[in-house]
């Protein structure tokens, strides 16, 4: 039996169509460390979410106020929320033997913080965070996103990243970044400076209060 492990929508589907009994919600990562409130919604049941709890496949992660999330994928891909966010696993195929996979995470809302794990360092890998704002490509990359100076913004720690937003793609590498607003074209490409990282970081950073953007 082959270790690759394919968890798409499609095959969800399938399965629940199929008139078959539900089955057991697969485990893709689990948590590390949490703040505050941050429960996760699986086939119309809420659970709140600990230390070591399991995150499954097509979770939806909610943040209350002041929370925080932060969780590690199978692949050691690492996901950081901040406060008032919302996290999907869309899709999640990884092979343990070759560290060959695909991974789509979904932002719906909040501020967020990714480190790219075994699954992007693989050749042809392919990676994809979506946003409302953006869709977010990445190669060995630790980006933030979210909500700051009263638009979308996009930072590159690490690695590359390219923004497509609804009007144009931008490639940002490290320490650059850019602004989403409405329907306009990414903003220009720049190195932000220590201040307004400092802000972006202070809204997935444990121990920050509500407010942090």
């Not at 270790?3 to 095959?11: F, N, Q, V």
């Not at 697969?26 to 709140?48: F, H, I, L, N, P």
């Not at 999330?69 to 990884?94: C, N, P, R, S, W």
């Amino acid at each position: 039996m082959s270790a690759i492990r394919r968890l798409s929508a499609a095959l969800a589907v399938s399965i629940f169509s199929a008139g078959a009994a539900v089955a057991e919600p697969t485990t893709v990562g689990a948590v590390d460390k949490v703040q505050a409130q941050v429960s996760a919604t699986q086939a119309g049941q809420t659970r709140e979410l600990a230390v070591n709890s399991d995150l499954y496949f097509r979770d939806r992660c909610r943040s209350g106020d002041g929370a925080r999330l932060q969780a590690t994928l199978k692949d050691g891909t690492q996901l950081t929320l901040g406060e008032h966010a919302t996290l999907v696993i869309d899709e999640f195929v990884y092979d343990p033997t070759t560290s060959r996979g695909k991974l789509a995470v979904r932002i719906a809302k909040g501020a967020f913080l990714y480190v790219g794990g075994l699954i992007e360092r693989a050749p042809g890998a392919k990676v994809l965070i979506s946003t409302p704002a953006a869709a977010i490509g990445v190669r060995g990359t630790t980006v933030w996103g979210g909500p700051i100076d009263k638009g979308f913004g996009v930072l590159a720690l690490s690695g590359e990243v390219t923004v497509t937003g609804r009007r144009g793609t931008v490639t940002l590498k490290q320490g650059e970044g850019t602004m989403l607003f409405a329907d306009r074209k990414p903003g220009k490409v720049v190195t932000w400076p220590a201040a307004k990282v400092n802000r972006a970081l202070a809204t997935i950073a444990f121990g920050n209060p509500p407010g942090g953007q």
